[in-house]
């Protein structure tokens, strides 16, 4: 028998968006490394020893950081931490067009890992964006300075571009149901629990909390210790190994009360969860009886 996934009760005592405004507190921007405006079909994987924030004000297309990779859209905002191997591809019709800025923050925030996905400023008022989009291209300008005043004053406009732009997204968030704060991904979560058996998808649960899909699927991963199709998979299979050991009713059947329209991809999916197909499944509990 296998044994039942839990789901991980993760307690932050503090918000990323405090963690991150924390570890910069003296962001120093690198002279030289820096441009303004970059656009590029395709950056292959690379890594550096520096932090770099990309902010796409352009375009749209693909972006691979690890081992995963995710979509890009216009007002999407990344940090690459030292080392994070990444890469951009860009859509065919849409270039991808990147403010960028690279900046080191010290020996005491060497082991700081900040999220790599910030959030969209899109969904913040076009003033809010027009004034945090005015931090960075001034900042751009300022580093590309050989001068140490340029470089200062580079620092202080992405401090205050990072300082604003976590505040302006953290009140969208606490506007839309307090979604920026942990426990909305406990009550989705909840909700899936209770619900595993309709057809749910992945914006239909964002838009429980009024966020973007893809930052919506990052935040429940960071607090819940899983993605939340994941959560839901696991939700239904559980389901499923408790119909298939105390009743005997078809596959199919079984399938669809857990939320599965195709027997098929249940057996699929059940396999790759438990290791059994649920047929060995019902088999080896009806020998454990």
Not at 233 to 247: C, F, G, P, W
Request: charged residues 25%; proline residues 4%; aromatic residues 10%.
């Amino acid at each position: 028998m296998t044994k039942r996934i839990e789901s991980y009760d993760y307690k932050p005592e503090k918000t990323w968006q405090d963690q991150l405004l924390e570890s910069l507190n003296e962001p120093t921007v690198i002279f030289g490394q820096n441009m303004s405006v970059h656009t590029a079909r395709m950056v292959s994987g690379h890594t550096h020893d520096f932090w770099q924030l990309d902010y796409v004000s352009k375009g749209s297309g693909t972006i691979g950081i690890a081992s995963t990779e995710q979509p890009v859209r216009q007002g999407d905002l990344f940090v690459l931490n030292p080392g994070d191997l990444h890469e951009f591809t860009s859509s065919k019709d849409q270039p991808i067009e990147r403010i960028m800025l690279k900046f080191s923050l010290g020996k005491k925030w060497l082991n700081v890992r900040i999220p790599n996905y910030l959030g969209n400023l899109t969904r913040l008022p076009r003033g809010q964006q027009r004034e945090l989009e005015f931090y960075l291209r001034r900042a751009c300008i300022e580093a590309n300075k050989p001068d140490k005043a340029n470089i200062q004053i580079a620092s202080a406009l992405l401090k205050g571009f990072l300082i604003s732009s976590m505040r302006y997204l953290k009140e969208v968030d606490v506007v839309a149901g307090e979604c920026g704060q942990h426990g909305s991904s406990q009550r989705v979560l909840d909700y899936i629990r209770k619900h595993y058996d309709k057809r749910l998808t992945l914006s239909e649960l964002a838009n429980m909390c009024g966020l973007h899909p893809q930052y919506f699927c990052h935040r429940f991963s960071v607090e819940i210790g899983m993605s939340p199709m994941v959560a839901l998979s696991n939700e239904r299979i559980e389901a499923a190994k408790k119909l298939l050991a105390n009743t005997y009713l078809p596959i199919a059947e079984v399938a669809a009360r857990v939320g599965y329209n195709d027997a098929y991809h249940f057996s699929k999916r059940f396999k790759q969860i438990t290791g059994l197909s649920p047929k060995h499944y019902r088999d080896q509990s009806d020998h454990n009886i």
